[in-house]
């Protein structure tokens, strides 16, 4: 069969039509509201308690770790209480034996070393404190307080938080897999690794990553209006969005160790747990690479839309179906003969140590560089092919062919993350409370949505196939990069988080500043309550 023909047809079944979206929608509005009702729910529905966002005034200097599932990031920011701030950031691949370590000590001091590491680079005069206490040997309570750095942990895996600094792992996704973990403090993990060290660092707060990227856009965001949604298009994709109190029945019903609820807002951030969207497969695509995808992961069943959407599993998808082409003797991919003599004996061009033979092996960035690839003959893939997948005379064909395949697997991920971004527009009424011409905010994170070529456009003609939003409606929602969202995002937790503690509530002035600390105080401590 000819190479361009085999491409196509399996380009072909990853295809989702616009019937495909609005069934997904649908779909999608109904687990949301059955994660609101109970626990337990496909979509976790988590309430984060926050119940209200920031408005670009808030001021300070506060650090931020960033556990994302292929990063882990630290850095110090300066809000300038203007909407902007400033930002000095360290970045390392987590090793991959941590992300499947026997105990949660391995992995915890490791990113206690890199605050250290990062303390001693960026902020002399706090990593000195640190040596002083070290050499005193005393705690927190001798230290001035300014050289205490308040921390925000960005923790992006499913929690059950109970607490502004205190939450316990529910599962890990994402490909990590220690089982020690579950059920414990993250916070509480960290924090003995940082007094291990003698760092001078309090774990001030814990945030999803979904609810820094909606915090931080909105201090960042233009205009008056806050923020509907933060999503996440990275190693993998969540959302956290703002909802309205009285549609999360299930806190009706909660038990006596959840936080108090300050109402007056009327409204709440809840993180989705999108990931696992009709994890039961009655909607979702599928197709035999996906399923190769779900029975070789250390979670078969479970995450199903991340595991068509993120970046952690598009490029093994894209494996499995190159290599199924590979595996068929009447295609020519990646044959060292003419691809018009269709010769059974000929020999491959890959090298048998090819990353393209492992599971994982394939990253989605090559899905990026091949979907972007405008060059002649499509040289870049070609080369990409050859230096990161030991491809070594990919012809022109072959480079057309992963293209082709590529694109129609970043084409169904962005339009499944049209549905996810749909579903929740529709559902809180966004596009009819706001002005007629109202703009509804929403801002993302994650190298996919940041570098895979056209994936907010592909998001963009998926939302206007649907009835509800429609071509005028779809002009309205504004889609903004919240760069570096989940720093900034943990900062103004960990700010909040701190206010708190200090109980220096009496400096809020702003209202809205008020209602955004107030919300922590009713919210996440279960003794003050406080209003603006
Ligand atoms: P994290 O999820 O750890 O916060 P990122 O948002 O950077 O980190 O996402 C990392 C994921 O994005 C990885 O799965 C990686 O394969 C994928 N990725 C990295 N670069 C690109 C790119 N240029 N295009 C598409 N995906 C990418
Ligand atoms: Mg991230």
């Known amino acids: 069969m000819a190479l361009a023909v085999a491409a196509e047809r399996v380009a072909a079944e990853f295809e ?8 997904g929608v649908q779909a999608f509005i109904q687990q949301m509201d059955e994660g609101l009702g ?5 979509m976790s529905q988590i309430p984060t308690y926050v119940t209200a966002v920031p408005n670009g005034t808030e001021k300070g200097l506060y650090m931020a770790v960033d556990l994302g599932g292929t990063n882990f990031r630290v850095c110090s920011i300066q809000l300038h209480g203007n909407s902007t701030f400033s930002l000095t950031q360290s970045k ?24 250290e590491l990062f303390l001693k680079v960026h902020h ?3 990593y000195q404190s640190h040596v002083e206490r070290r050499a005193s040997y005393v705690g927190f309570g001798t230290m001035r307080d300014e050289n205490i750095f308040s921390l925000g942990f960005t923790f992006s895996f499913p929690v059950q938080q109970y607490g502004i600094n205190k939450g316990t792992l529910i599962r890990w996704t994402k490909g990590f897999d220690i089982a020690d973990t579950i059920g414990k403090d993250v916070c509480a993990l960290l924090q003995k690794e940082i007094d291990a060290l003698g760092l001078p660092v309090r774990v001030a707060a814990l945030v999803n990553d979904t609810v820094g990227t909606l915090m931080a856009r909105s201090y960042t965001s233009p205009g008056k209006q806050g923020t509907l949604l933060g999503g996440i298009f990275g190693t993998g994709t969540n959302g956290a969005y703002v909802e309205k109190l009285d549609k999360i029945t299930k806190l009706k019903n909660q038990s006596a160790d959840a936080g108090e609820i300050d109402d007056s807002t009327g409204e709440m951030i809840v993180n989705t747990e999108w990931g ?22 250390v979670n078969p069943g479970i995450q199903m839309f991340e595991k068509r959407v993120s970046g952690m599993f598009l490029g093994e998808i894209l ?37 393209l033979y492992k599971q994982w092996g394939l990253d989605t960035s090559f899905l990026s560089i091949t979907s972007g690839d405008s060059s002649y003959g499509l040289k870049a893939t070609r080369q990409a092919l050859n230096s990161d997948y030991g491809v ?30 749909a579903a929740v527009v529709i559902t809180t009424k966004s596009l009819e409370s706001s002005a007629p011409d109202g703009v509804v905010d929403i801002g993302v994170d994650g190298s996919l949505v940041e570098f ?12 206007r196939d649907v009835p509800q939003i429609g071509p005028h409606g779809e002009k309205r929602i504004r889609i903004g990069i919240a760069k570096d969202g989940s720093g900034v995002g943990a900062a103004l937790i960990a700010l909040v988080a701190d206010k708190k503690m200090k109980g220096t509530h009496e400096t809020t002035r702003s209202t809205s500043f008020g209602g955004f600390m107030a919300s922590f105080f009713g919210g996440l401590n279960r003794t003050i309550r406080y209003r603006a």
């Open 16 to 23: 989702y039509s616009k019937e495909d979206v609005n069934r």
């Open 38 to 42: 109970k626990k337990g729910a496909t």
């Open 92 to 115: 390392v691949a987590i090793p991959k034996d941590l992300m499947v370590a026997k105990t949660s000590h391995e992995l915890f001091s490791f990113l206690a070393k890199q605050i």
């Open 124 to 126: 002399e005069e706090h």
């Open 276 to 297: 696992s969207f009709d994890n039961h497969m009655s909607v979702l695509p599928d197709t035999s690479y996906d399923r190769g995808l779900d029975a070789g992961s």
């Open 319 to 355: 494996r499995r179906a190159l290599i199924d082409l590979m595996n068929d003797p009447s295609v020519p991919l990646f044959s060292d003969d003419d691809s018009s003599r269709n010769d059974i004996s000929s020999t491959t061009t890959v090298a048998s140590d090819s990353p």
């Open 392 to 421: 070594s005379a990919a012809s022109a064909e072959d480079a057309e062919a992963a293209r082709l395949i590529a694109g129609a697997i970043g084409k169904r991920a962005a339009r499944l993350s049209a549905v996810a971004i």
């Open 452 to 463: 895979y070529p056209n994936f907010e456009e592909y998001i963009r003609e998926a939302l």
